[in-house]
């Protein structure tokens, strides 16, 4: 019955020692702990995504609507300066140019770059003098 005794107590030393390591290792809890945290981030960088993936999707339908805007009101603007004002040069309506269908429908809206150079000579560089009154 000794044997039997030591035994039971064995088998119930080893449980108790390892329910305590379980409950009472520092090392666990912190891998635990770093666990929830990693799992934590990681939700909150899909949240991320997913609103930075829904803002430029807003963006992108914004701007769609500002650009089909843009085309309506310079269509606009060019019939009413056509129909308000026919007898005006093409050089000094500064609506002379229409958007065709294609252009409209392709984005293709004119566009004048500025030039950062003058049409002619300025005679800046030249040795002459201009005369002086």
Known sequence: MTWEYGLIGLV????VGAVAMRFGNKKLREQRSMQYELEKSKAELA????????HFAQSAE???NMARDYRQLYQH?????N????NLPGQKNPFAYQLTEA????????????RDYSEG?????????????
């Open 47 to 54: 949240d991320y995504r997913e609103e930075l993936t829904n």
């Open 83 to 86: 129909d308000l004002l026919p």
């Open 62 to 64: 914004l701007l769609d």
């Open 103 to 114: 252009e409209a429908d392709n984005d293709q809206v004119p566009v004048q770059m500025p």
């Open 77 to 81: 603007m060019a019939k009413g300066s």
């Open 12 to 15: 119930v030393g080893i449980i």
């Open 121 to 133: 000579a300025s005679g800046l560089l030249r040795g002459e003098r201009p005369a002086r009154d």
